[in-house]
């Protein structure tokens, strides 16, 4: 009796055991399924890629490198293009870090009148955006030039010949300029000859044309009038003359001109008060002559006096 319910005993412990592996294996196998599971979707999902790294910030170029790149600009001739790489736009970047800075304000003074004659070529060729670009930089470097207000009307009036008309409206067709009437002729004078008698047949007539009225002659008792023109002033012996340089921005474009100065000359024989009364190119030779100028030496006289020199710049 005590054996049966021994091995009653052990049956059962072994059911017992049997099921709990049977639970421990069962779970285990769901584990390993669960983490076969995730490792399917994490090869599915797209890998994270990685932010690219953010450049540092350029430090801003200093006042040397500024001045640099203007003098290679302008050493290339590139004085007013292409945009944002031109020796007028890099010495007012120069300006821009350095007000004070004197090589950059004499370069943008010595720019200056070819800027002039740049954007006058633009207007001259109808491109008011470029035209509008430079005039733009000289604003900035001299907005009291004497020149701007009359080339900013000047570009003003390029972009309204430019600007299209409105739909179904046309501009005033011109009328034709009235031809100048010709001058009537002189009536002719008929006269039948003093003989003539009745019946006879008709003599041929003289036809008499009377002659045009003669010009009239001017009175020589009256003063001739001298063209308008200056007449420069007899100055005293020239003792020394001081050459002007040539620009040379005005020799690589193979400019030419001339300035007319008035100046005084004192007793001692020196300049003083020069002034440019007339210069072609505007601006283009006016430092230049006047600094020639003002070293010329003529020989003392008694009284100082108002004098006049006309300077010509010509390329061989």
């Not at 200093?62 to 007013?80: G, N, Q, V, W």
């Amino acid at each position: 009796m005590h054996q049966r319910t021994s091995r009653a005993h052990q049956r059962g412990r072994g059911v017992m055991a049997t099921i709990v592996l049977a639970f421990v294996l069962g779970g285990g196998l769901i584990a390993v399924l669960y983490a076969w599971s995730q490792r399917g979707v994490a090869d599915a999902a797209p890998a994270a890629v990685p932010a690219p790294p953010v450049p540092a910030a350029a430090p801003p170029a200093s006042i040397d490198e500024r001045a640099a790149r203007a003098e290679r600009a302008m050493r290339d001739t590139r004085l007013f293009a292409p945009p944002g790489d031109n020796a007028f736009e890099l010495y007012l970047r120069v300006l821009d870090a350095d007000p004070a800075n004197a090589t950059a304000r004499n370069a943008l003074g010595d720019l200056f009148p070819y800027a002039l004659i740049y954007i006058e070529e633009r207007l001259a060729a109808g491109d008011a955006s470029d035209a509008a670009r430079m005039l733009a930089l000289m604003q900035r470097a001299d907005a009291d030039a004497p020149a701007l207000p009359r080339l900013s009307t000047a570009l003003a009036e390029l972009r309204a010949a430019q600007a299209p008309l409105p739909p179904g409206e046309r501009g005033a067709i011109p009328t034709p300029a009235a031809r100048p009437e010709a001058p009537e002729p002189a009536p002719a004078i008929v006269t039948a000859p003093a003989d003539a008698t009745p019946g006879s047949p008709p003599a041929p007539a003289t036809v008499a044309v009377q002659p045009p009225a003669p010009a009239p002659q001017p009175d020589p008792a009256a003063p001739a009038v001298a063209p308008t023109a200056l007449v420069a002033a007899t100055a005293p012996q020239v003792l020394s003359r001081a050459q002007a340089r040539y620009p040379v921005i005005a020799m690589r474009r193979r400019i030419e001109g001339q300035v007319e100065l008035e100046f005084t000359v004192l007793k001692d024989g020196s300049v003083d008060d020069v002034r440019v009364l007339a210069s072609d190119p505007a601006g283009v030779f006016d430092r230049e002559a006047v600094a020639a100028m003002q070293r010329w030496r003529f020989a003392p006289q008694r009284a100082q006096q108002r004098a006049r020199r006309v300077f010509d710049f010509r390329l061989d």
